[in-house]
């Protein structure tokens, strides 16, 4: 069986990893990753025929046996291990972040901001499970200043698995709301998952960015060594919003020497993603002057906060993803935006277990107590529940609505969870 040092040698040769075979290149490495509904072994020779160096295995039964088939016990584990070695090779800081709502945003800031000045290596997209973040950690070349990597979870020992090979130097979990409370088993299991980094950091020496407006991210936090603080009040960098429409702009009124900051994102509840970047910008001595620009230059993709304009209707696309903590809040900040004409095309929340019937209920009553010029309710649990508003079974009969009606002036707020793919209602 081959050493992760024997791998390593050959990794340090052709240090280019692919897992799909459709996306393979030549002179790549390829990694017969399992799942429940594939089996990346039964592709190993169609890799090395596509000009793959090896294939790294934990089955010969579906391939041939060749110099170039390599077997391990488990190739998942054996890509881990892999990612911690390549890992313990740099002495330089990285930057885990977690938590139940704005993960990519605050770590798309973070880079921005730590990119003006240092070679930074982050989190692409939405690899942010046990297959990316080990592929992140491959993806970073000699040259690293920094590396950001974000984790996402769905059930407990999840971060704490990821912070075995990722060993982090610092740690951020941006909040911990009502999100996958299937597989936490609820809200105080959510706090116990996300503070599995903080665990990490507490043992290690290491240096947390906290949210000092939540007083549980206060208690959970308790006993790391190094704790540097950002919020509205009481913290080591404070800022508020100087206004929110049709963009966020926030004003730093501790901390640094920067006054305010126009965003190019939409809703307030972005305030905590832009003060931990302004925090981090901060403390690793990033010019005032370019933590600015770079959070001013950022612009967001990928249906998260999104303003988008088509003719004369807006609407802010947030159709990334959608968790009762998230819905409520951008529900809110729609609420508060002036306009004359509103409507909401909301799609089912996910993952919410035996809680999820009364969190679509709450969203319900939440809906109500605004006026609104139409509401559709896409999806999920909305389908089970007495309302009256327009329902759909998914995105694409709610497109078809949309296409038939004539909006002008209108503006909308779109969101969902993923599953919902309530970018679709926008599609020509």
């Given at each position: 069986?081959?050493?992760?040092?024997e791998?390593?040698s050959?990794?340090?040769?052709?240090?280019?990893?692919?897992?799909?075979?459709?996306?393979?290149?030549?002179?790549?490495?390829?990694?017969?990753?399992?799942?429940?509904?594939?089996?990346?072994?039964?592709?190993?020779?169609?890799?090395?025929?596509?000009?793959?160096?090896?294939?790294?295995?934990?089955?010969?039964?579906?391939?041939?046996?060749?110099?170039?088939?390599?077997?391990?016990?488990?190739?998942?584990?054996t890509?881990?291990?892999?990612?911690?070695?390549?890992?313990?090779?740099?002495?330089?800081?990285?930057?885990?972040?977690?938590?139940?709502?704005?993960?990519?945003?605050?770590?798309?800031?973070?880079?921005?901001?730590?990119?003006?000045?240092?070679?930074?290596?982050?989190?692409?997209?939405?690899?942010?499970?046990?297959?990316?973040?080990?592929?992140?950690?491959?993806?970073?070349?000699?040259?690293?200043?920094?590396?950001?990597?974000?984790?996402?979870?769905?059930?407990?020992?999840?971060?704490?698995?990821?912070?075995?090979?990722?060993?982090?130097?610092?740690?951020?979990?941006?909040?911990?709301?009502k999100?996958?409370?299937?597989?936490?088993?609820?809200?105080?299991?959510?706090?116990?998952?996300?503070?599995?980094?903080?665990?990490?950091?507490?043992?290690?020496?290491?240096?947390?960015f906290v949210?000092?407006?939540?007083?549980?991210?206060?208690?959970?936090?308790?006993?790391?060594?190094?704790?540097?603080?950002?919020?509205?009040?009481?913290?080591d960098?404070?800022?508020?919003?100087?206004?929110?429409?049709p963009?966020?702009?926030?004003?730093?009124?501790?901390?640094?020497?920067?006054?305010?900051i126009?965003t190019?994102?939409?809703?307030?509840?972005?305030?905590?993603?832009?003060?931990?970047?302004?925090?981090v910008?901060?403390?690793?001595?990033?010019?005032?002057?370019?933590?600015?620009?770079a959070?001013?230059?950022?612009?967001?993709?990928?249906?998260?906060?999104?303003?988008?304009?088509?003719?004369s209707?807006?609407?802010?696309?947030?159709?990334?993803?959608?968790?009762p903590?998230?819905?409520?809040?951008?529900?809110?900040?729609?609420?508060?935006?002036?306009?004359?004409?509103?409507?909401?095309?909301?799609?089912?929340?996910?993952e919410?277990g035996?809680?999820?019937?009364?969190?679509?209920?709450?969203?319900?009553?939440?809906?109500?107590?605004?006026?609104?010029?139409d509401v559709?309710?896409?999806?999920?649990?909305?389908?089970?529940?007495?309302?009256?508003?327009?329902?759909?079974?998914?995105?694409?009969?709610?497109?078809?609505?949309?296409?038939?009606?004539?909006?002008?002036?209108?503006?909308?707020?779109?969101?969902?969870?993923r599953?919902?793919?309530?970018?679709?209602?926008?599609?020509?």
């Amino acid at each position: 069986m081959i050493s992760i040092k024997e791998l390593y040698s050959i990794y340090c040769q052709y240090p280019a990893i692919q897992t799909d075979t459709r996306k393979l290149k030549p002179g790549d490495l390829y990694f017969a990753l399992k799942g429940p509904n594939f089996n990346g072994n039964t592709f190993a020779e169609q890799a090395l025929e596509k000009g793959a160096v090896y294939a790294f295995v934990d089955e010969l039964s579906s391939t041939k046996k060749n110099e170039k088939t390599i077997l391990v016990d488990d190739v998942l584990q054996t890509l881990q291990q892999l990612a911690k070695h390549h890992r313990q090779q740099f002495n330089v800081p990285l930057i885990a972040i977690t938590g139940s709502n704005g993960k990519t945003t605050t770590k798309e800031l973070i880079h921005a901001v730590l990119s003006s000045t240092f070679k930074t290596y982050t989190t692409q997209g939405n690899l942010n499970n046990h297959i990316g973040i080990p592929l992140t950690l491959l993806s970073v070349k000699k040259d690293a200043d920094m590396i950001v990597i974000e984790m996402g979870a769905n059930h407990q020992k999840e971060i704490e698995s990821y912070c075995t090979y990722t060993l982090p130097t610092h740690g951020i979990i941006t909040n911990a709301g009502k999100a996958h409370l299937e597989g936490f088993g609820g809200i105080e299991g959510v706090k116990k998952g996300k503070g599995e980094l903080y665990d990490f950091l507490r043992k290690n020496n290491g240096t947390a960015f906290v949210m000092w407006d939540y007083e549980y991210l206060q208690a959970m936090s308790k006993g790391i060594p190094n704790i540097i603080t950002y919020g509205t009040i009481n913290a080591d960098i404070t800022g508020n919003v100087l206004q929110s429409e049709p963009f966020l702009q926030v004003q730093i009124t501790k901390g640094i020497e920067l006054k305010s900051i126009n965003t190019q994102l939409v809703g307030d509840y972005n305030l905590p993603n832009i003060l931990v970047a302004v925090t981090v910008g901060n403390y690793f001595k990033v010019p005032a002057e370019k933590i600015k620009e770079a959070i001013e230059t950022y612009t967001p993709s990928n249906s998260r906060s999104q303003l988008l304009e088509k003719g004369s209707n807006k609407f802010i696309l947030d159709a990334y993803n959608a968790n009762p903590t998230s819905m409520k809040a951008a529900i809110e900040n729609f609420a508060a935006i002036k306009a004359d004409k509103k409507i909401l095309v909301l799609g089912g929340m996910a993952e919410l277990g035996k809680e999820s019937l009364e969190e679509h209920q709450n969203i319900i009553t939440l809906i109500d107590k605004f006026h609104w010029n139409d509401v559709a309710l896409v999806g999920g649990d909305f389908l089970k529940l007495r309302h009256p508003y327009l329902h759909f079974n998914n995105s694409s009969e709610a497109k078809e609505w949309f296409k038939t009606q004539n909006f002008s002036d209108t503006y909308f707020l779109i969101k969902g969870s993923r599953s919902m793919q309530m970018e679709k209602v926008l599609e020509s």
